[in-house]
């Protein structure tokens, strides 16, 4: 690439404005923002060959995701997103054309989420490395603590197919990764599916372009509540620790996409291990008694229990006692 930093930075500028009316972005050393309510802060890393693989990643889908698992934590509050802040190291070698794939990235997925890019820091590196920071307001933040024995667990949809889709990916033929690293519009990946028999391109699309999960139309009846982000078992874990309880998932209430069930079998895995212990799906975990949650699309899968642990019932086997397994950074 032949930009130096300060062009790559002008770049930027260009690309991605921040109306004056909320504070000042890009081009000082530090952003400044006019909060009305509470502030909410996160961030969130991904690493090449940690996180993504450039085999199948484009440059365009790592943009759009470096945002959306930053969003995902600030929703998990029950809070708005606002701003965003992109720290970057990537090789020489990376070209401009990729370089600007990232940046369009980024600017569709604030475009989704309502966001603006604020400011940032970029490096060289050895491998690409993007770091996020998302700054979001809410009225009252919605903590992992607050769940009780006896309360409903809920999730917010299907979840296992980033797990599916990634399994899938690792197995494609050269050609096949390519095609999907030049399509941007994941959706019009028909001709996967047409191969495959199944939603193919619903899998990769959850894996590779995430949309974080919006709590606008339930977070008023949450007691507890998280993203759903290396897996259901650890997670759920995690909060469970974070109240002193535990909990018990009804197998049979779990919902299985067909499309999931096919992935397994065409990779010879365990849907089961894509549903529970597969990360990535950013839907949100959440804890709540009140009678109106099915009515609002939440999915009910099991209820916070005295004795610690994570418990499965199953149909068969009965309650099972299970490792809380999912994605570990170390």
């Not at 690439?1 to 004056?20: A, Y």
């Not at 530090?30 to 969130?44: E, I, N, R, V």
């Not at 790592?62 to 970057?88: E, H, Q, R």
């Not at 966001?115 to 307001?137: M, N, P, Q, R, T």
Request: with cysteine.
């Amino acid at each position: 690439m032949k930009k130096n930093e300060i062009e790559i930075i002008e770049e930027i500028r260009k690309r991605f404005s921040f109306p004056k009316s909320l504070g000042i972005g890009i081009g000082d050393d530090s952003a400044f923002l006019k909060f009305k309510k509470p502030a909410l802060l996160t961030t969130d890393l991904m690493i090449e060959n940690v996180h993504f693989d450039l085999n199948y990643f484009s440059f365009y889908h790592l943009g759009f995701k470096i945002v959306s698992v930053n969003v995902s934590d600030i929703y998990a509050m029950g809070g708005k997103f606002l701003a965003f802040l992109l720290s970057l190291g990537i090789p020489q070698s990376i070209s401009e054309e990729q370089l600007n794939d990232l940046f369009d990235g980024i600017r569709e997925a604030l475009k989704y989420y309502k966001g603006h890019l604020i400011g940032g820091d970029i490096s060289k590196s050895e491998k690409v490395i993007l770091s996020g920071f998302a700054i979001g307001e809410c009225d009252k933040p919605l903590l992992r603590i607050g769940a009780e024995v006896g309360d409903n667990i809920f999730i917010t949809a299907p979840i296992g197919l980033s797990s599916a889709g990634l399994s899938l990916l690792r197995g494609f033929t050269e050609g096949e990764k390519r095609q999907i690293k030049e399509t941007r519009d994941l959706s019009k990946l028909r001709q996967l599916d047409e191969k495959f028999g199944f939603s193919v391109r619903r899998l990769i699309q959850r894996h590779l372009m995430p949309t974080a999960r919006d709590p606008h139309k339930f977070k008023k009846i949450a007691k507890a509540m998280m993203d759903i982000s290396d897996g259901l078992l650890i997670d759920l874990y995690r909060l469970c620790e974070e109240n002193g309880v535990g909990a018990e998932i009804y197998l049979e209430r779990i919902p299985i996409l067909t499309a999931v069930l096919k992935a397994a079998e065409y990779t010879n895995s365990d849907p089961w291990r894509f549903i529970l212990s597969g990360g990535e799906d950013y839907e949100l975990l959440v804890i709540s008694k009140d009678e109106r949650a099915e009515d609002l699309g939440l999915i009910p899968i099991g209820r916070i229990i005295e004795k610690k642990g994570i418990y499965l019932n199953d149909p068969e086997k009965g309650i099972i006692p299970v490792k809380p397994e999912g994605w570990l950074h170390f």
